[in-house]
Nanobody, 121 residues
């Protein structure tokens, strides 16, 4: 099973930016698709952004504009850049890998342990 380790979360003020990292234990080009999800207190986990094995990124409708996903193949790492953070961005952010199948119909997958992002003044 692929191991995913997130980092970069923390306590930030509204309006600031943050970049989350997720490092995989394997070459990320061998992973069909990776994604960032988030789960706010009392809410369901929701998809934020995805990136395919060939580097094509996409964002959920609610994440367009302030969120961007990218990757560094040499570091086996994907990133989530969040700009102009809002209080409502407070959540645990999870990295996800669909090693077989797709994000929507995985045949094998892995989750990271999550990294807490707290936006507060």
């Amino acid at each position: 099973q692929v191991q995913l380790v997130e980092s970069g979360g923390g306590l930030v003020q509204p309006g600031e930016s943050l970049r989350l990292s997720c490092t995989a234990s394997v070459n990320i080009r061998s992973i069909n698709a990776m994604a960032w999800y988030r789960q706010a207190p009392g809410k369901q986990r929701e998809l934020v952004a995805t990136i395919t094995s060939d580097g094509k990124g996409d964002r959920a409708d609610g994440a367009k504009g302030r969120f961007s996903i990218s990757r560094d193949i040499d570091k086996n790492t994907i990133y989530l850049q969040i700009n102009t953070l809002k209080v409502e961005d407070t959540a645990v952010y999870y990295c996800y890998a669909a090693t077989l199948g797709s994000i929507w119909a995985p045949l094998a997958d892995s989750w990271g342990q999550g990294t807490q992002v707290t936006v507060s003044s």
